[in-house]
């Protein structure tokens, strides 16, 4: 098995506006995270029409963009371009450390991980959520890692994933009532369950590298991450009942989409909206070079 995938990734965003809009602020989750599984060796991202873009960090640490475009347009276009080389993922551990669950329940003592085990706007608790878990057998027993997989699994079985089928706004009580929904609906549903539990759980937005996966290839994906003891953030598909892993490249993480959403901000005119994404996506050689482009460029090849 390589020891990494490098993928090459583009990502446009397009507006267009009932009327002009005079000026606008957004801020852009477009740059993949780098850690110990993900290195960004370049990453660009422009506008037409040209604004004033410079790189902020967030309150989750994801290394965001801010957008100025202060002269009047009525269409815009975001393009960001990034080549990110993945670790392969290493055999998953088959269960967490011994004494998990009394580790997992000190954690309530501390303010360290509050983000991601309180309850946020769009992974809430609700009678609906209880009686689908009593009615889905769905249970914290055994190992947390175990319970984890179980959940996942349990998600993908419930739910039909329906492209279309809920919008960014929608809560988990749209995919509850329908058993449809997409990436996001999965990963909020997992992400308040996990957190009832009391176990730490982050959304995941970032692409997923696999043309016959549900969302995969064309789109956007999202996910969820649980912090556990001994094997620390741990990703769960359960849109594709799977763990993340190589296929998965993370861009931003936080409580749910409304903190991580790809862009987002205020302007002044416009009237109706019209917004089309496109993502396109796929493995590279290692030597491949990555194009060239007028654009706001940032390279990390040290």
């Given amino acids: 098995m390589a020891k990494h995938v490098r993928y090459r990734i583009e990502h446009v965003t397009k507006y267009r506006y009932g009327l002009p809009v005079r000026n606008c602020a957004m801020s852009l989750a477009l740059r993949p995270i780098e850690d110990r599984r993900q290195r960004v060796s370049a990453f660009r991202v422009g506008t037409e029409p040209e604004g004033s873009v410079f790189p902020v960090t967030d309150a989750f640490g994801n290394a965001r963009h801010q957008l100025h475009l202060n002269h009047e347009h009525q269409s815009l276009s975001i393009t960001a371009r990034s080549t990110v080389d993945v670790r392969a993922s290493d055999a998953p551990p088959e269960k967490c450390e011994e004494g998990a669950w009394e580790t997992i329940r000190s954690w309530r003592d501390s303010?360290?991980?509050?983000?991601?085990?309180?309850?946020?706007?769009?992974?809430?608790?609700?009678?609906?959520?209880?009686?689908?878990?009593?009615?889905?057998?769905?249970?914290?027993?055994?190992?947390?890692?175990?319970?984890?997989?179980?959940?996942?699994?349990?998600?993908?079985?419930?739910?039909?994933?329906?492209?279309?089928?809920?919008?960014?706004?929608?809560?988990?009580?749209?995919?509850?009532?329908?058993?449809?929904?997409?990436?996001?609906?999965?990963?909020?549903?997992?992400?308040?369950?996990?957190?009832?539990?009391?176990?730490?759980?982050?959304?995941?937005?970032?692409?997923?590298?696999?043309?016959?996966?549900?969302g995969g290839g064309t789109t956007s994906h999202a996910w969820a991450e649980c912090r556990l003891p001994g094997p620390g953030w741990t990703g769960f598909d359960p849109t594709?009942?799977?763990?993340?892993?190589?296929?998965?490249?993370?861009?931003?993480?936080?409580?749910?989409?409304?903190?991580?959403?790809?862009?987002?901000?205020?302007?002044?005119?416009?009237?109706d909206i019209e917004l089309e994404v496109e993502v396109n996506m796929e493995s590279i050689p290692d030597n491949a070079a990555d194009s060239s482009c007028s654009m706001h460029e940032e390279r990390n090849d040290g």
């Fill in 240 to 271: 594709n009942a799977t763990l993340a892993d190589e296929r998965h490249v993370r861009v931003a993480v936080g409580r749910d989409y409304q903190d991580v959403s790809p862009t987002r901000g205020v302007l002044f005119g416009g009237g």
């Fill in 111 to 214: 303010f360290h991980q509050w983000d991601y085990m309180d309850h946020s706007g769009l992974a809430l608790p609700s009678p609906a959520l209880e009686r689908f878990v009593q009615r889905s057998g769905i249970a914290p027993a055994g190992d947390p890692l175990a319970s984890l997989k179980r959940l996942s699994g349990a998600l993908f079985e419930c739910f039909e994933y329906v492209p279309g089928s809920t919008s960014i706004s929608s809560t988990i009580e749209h995919i509850l009532d329908t058993g449809r929904g997409v990436c996001q609906d999965y990963a909020h549903v997992m992400i308040a369950v996990a957190r009832t539990w009391g176990i730490p759980a982050r959304y995941v937005s970032g692409y997923l590298h696999d043309e016959s996966a549900a």
